[in-house]
C-alpha cells in the first residue's frame, strides 16, 4: 500500500520560505508524477504543482514565481519549497501522487498545517 | 486565468439523487479536460472519486457517477447517503501541465 507522509515546520515567518518535504513508502517514486496541493483554512483546494521522478516540474502559474518542487530518489522523497510568504500561504498542504498513465490522483498524504506568523 | 465554478452548496434527502456540476468561466468542459472528482470531509484529506470524466476509482461505490452533461463536467449521486455529506471539488486539466481546481460544493444530506 502507497503512503505519502508530509513534514516540515508548522511555522514560518512572513517573508520566509516555507519549506515541505513528502516521503513515499509502499513504491518507488519512479515512474510517477508528485504534486503539491494546499488548503487553506476553510476554503478550498489548490493545485501547487508537480516533480515527475526525472526532476521536471510544471507549476501553477500564480505560484511559479516563488515556488520550485524537487524530487531526491535516493530518499523516495520529493519536497516544496515556497519563497516570501505571506498569511496568505497559511493552508494545509498536501501531497499527492499523480500516475499519468491513467491521469488519476490516486494517493494522498493526510496534510500538514503550515501557518505563517510572526 | 479561466476559473473552473461549482455549486457553492447543495442539498438531497437521504435516497435522493443529485447532480453536482464543475464548469468554466469561458468555455465548455468536454472529456479533454481529463476531470476528476474528490471528496472531503472536514479534517480529512480528499478522497478520489472520479478521474477522467467518468472512472471510478478503487472501492468507490456505483452510485458515484461522473459524465458530461451540456457543457459542464458532472458528478452524479444516486441513492444518497448520510455520510455522503461532504465538500466535493473537481479538478481539470488546462493544458501545458496544469490543473485548475473548482470552488467546491458542500453538500448536505437531510
Known amino acids: 500500500q502507497v503512503q505519502l507522509q508530509e513534514s516540515g515546520p508548522g511555522l514560518v515567518k512572513p517573508s520566509e520560505t516555507l519549506s515541505l518535504t513528502c516521503t513515499v513508502s509502499g513504491d518507488s517514486i519512479t515512474g510517477y508524477y508528485w504534486t503539491w496541493i494546499r488548503q487553506p483554512p476553510g476554503k478550498g483546494l489548490e493545485w501547487i504543482g508537480y516533480?515527475?521522478?526525472?526532476?521536471?516540474?510544471n507549476y501553477s502559474p500564480s505560484l511559479r514565481t516563488r515556488v520550485t518542487i524537487s524530487v531526491d530518489k535516493s530518499k523516495n522523497q520529493f519536497s516544496l519549497r515556497l519563497r516570501s510568504v505571506t498569511a496568505a500561504d497559511t493552508a494545509v498542504y498536501y501531497c499527492a501522487r499523480y500516475y499519468g498513465d491513467y491521469l488519476v490522483f490516486d494517493y494522498w498524504g493526510q496534510g500538514t498545517l503550515v501557518s505563517v506568523s510572526s | 486565468q479561466t476559473v473552473v465554478t461549482q455549486e457553492p452548496s447543495f442539498s438531497v434527502s437521504p435516497g435522493g439523487t443529485i447532480t453536482l456540476t464543475c464548469g468554466l468561466s469561458s468555455g465548455s468542459v468536454s472529456t479533454s479536460y481529463y476531470p476528476s472528482w474528490f471528496q472531503q470531509t472536514p479534517g480529512q484529506a480528499p478522497r478520489t472519486l472520479i478521474y477522467t470524466t467518468n472512472t471510478r476509482s478503487s472501492g468507490v461505490p456505483d452510485r458515484f457517477s461522473g459524465s458530461i452533461l451540456g457543457n459542464k463536467a458532472a458528478l452524479t449521486i444516486t441513492g444518497a447517503q448520510a455520510d455522503d455529506e461532504s465538500d466535493y471539488y473537481c479538478?481539470?486539466?488546462?493544458?501545458?501541465?496544469?490543473?485548475?481546481f473548482g470552488g467546491g460544493t458542500k453538500l448536505t444530506v437531510l
Open positions: 516533480v515527475y521522478y526525472s526532476g521536471s516540474t
Open positions: 479538478l481539470l486539466y488546462m493544458g501545458s501541465g496544469t490543473w485548475v
